[in-house]
């Protein structure tokens, strides 16, 4: 997971709950993450200067705040999906469906020229073990995780 990635995706989410949804502002979010306003700045930040580097705890702490797409779109960037606690961890096929289809587009475009290539080959291999990954709970193996 590296740390562009993280800010990348921590930035979009922010950035979406403060300037689209208008669910919250910048100090409440501080305020219900526990991270400060500053360090939320420098995640909002495109400036290259001015970013420092994300701590996981207070990615996590952010990403908690936001919600669970938040939480999702941060664990996303290691391949993982997650769920709280408190939930039960019934089979949704219609989210199986859609993740299915993000990992099945890059591997559709990379091979859109019939072949895929050296440059490709790195993202397609990772999007063939997500969408393994995706689909997994489906497969007659499902049960045996």
Do not use: F
Not at 58 to 71: H, Q
Not at 112 to 128: G, L, Q, Y
């Amino acid at each position: 997971m590296s740390d562009e990635r993280v800010r990348e995706e921590l930035r979009s989410e922010i950035d979406r709950a403060i300037n689209i949804e208008r669910s919250t502002t910048r100090a409440d979010l501080a305020r219900k993450s526990g991270v400060n306003v500053h360090q939320i700045d420098q995640l909002l930040t495109r400036i290259p200067e001015k970013q420092r580097r994300v701590a996981l705890a207070d990615a996590l702490s952010i990403a908690w705040a936001l919600g669970e797409r938040a939480v999702n779109a941060l664990t996303a960037t290691i391949g993982y999906q997650a769920s709280a606690i408190e939930e039960d961890h019934e089979m949704r096929p219609m989210m199986i469906v859609a993740t299915a289809m993000k990992h099945l587009a890059v591997i559709t475009d990379a091979a859109a020229d019939d072949r895929i290539d050296h440059v490709e080959r790195p993202n397609t291999t990772e999007a063939a073990d997500m969408l393994i990954a995706t689909v997994w709970p489906l497969s007659s193996h499902g049960d045996s995780i």
